[in-house]
């Protein structure tokens, strides 16, 4: 019988590669393609976390409580990546941009992440208040008696008062102002020497808000233009973000005494 015509194959008739390998190899390239597809989706994920440097572009709102008080506020102006929860806070941690005063944006990093730029930024810090007299409050019972010598013409319809080194106020000097209706303004800052740039936050000052929050707030010298319109605004941004609803106080609550700290 004619070979041509029998049901077998001859050696040179086989294939060259079997259907059997030709399945294994889509299923490797197949494995391949979802393991490059992981892998690039991850390090896209890995690569947004890491230009985000700790920073958040949500807007998504927190309940947070501290002390007696209640605060809604917005994980892109939440610090640090470890205080945006809901609950209870000893202190939460803030940044916003000036004159804006909004949180981080991926169309403003620069102003967050260039310190030569970080004189735009303000940083609050919200706790429960210690003491019974905020930094106004305080000028009277407790700054006067620091001053050494008398007081001096400063920046900006700012009165300078300098504070004796042995108070541990060394290179300090305290600002202050009258306003009407208002008790004085007063601001401790270190002000740059001639020459030198002023940094991101040293001057400081601690006003109270809410039923029993102290908020400390730090800014750049270069905005001391603007201290009246930053106290106003920070002030006014605070207030609007106390939730109205009565809060019991947390087991953390401390007592409120009048010593500088």
Partial sequence: MDNR?????????????????????AIVIGLLALLSGGISIAGHWFGERLSLAGHSVSSDIYTVSIGQDRL????????FEGQRHDGPAQRVDLYLLWPEMTGYHQEYRRRFDDISLSDTLLFLQISQST??????????????????????????????HRLRSETGYENEVLLTAPRLGQPDYAVRCILPKPGTPASSGDCQRD???????????????????????????????????????PHAALPFDKKRTDNET
Avoid: C
């Fill in 5 to 25: 015509f029998s049901s077998g194959l001859s050696a040179d008739e086989q294939p060259l590669v079997s259907n059997r390998f030709l399945f294994g190899t």
């Fill in 72 to 79: 809604r506020l917005t994980a892109n102006t939440i610090r």
């Fill in 131 to 160: 003491m019974s007299r905020d930094m106004s409050g305080r000028i009277e019972p407790i700054y006067s008696k620091l001053f050494s010598g008398p007081p001096e013409q400063g920046p900006y319809g700012l009165t300078l």
């Fill in 207 to 245: 006003i109270h808000v809410g039923r029993d929050l102290s908020v400390l707030y730090r800014f750049s010298s270069s905005l001391l233009a603007d201290w009246d319109r930053i106290d106003d605004a920070v002030r006014s941004y605070m207030e609007s973000r106390i939730s109205d609803a």
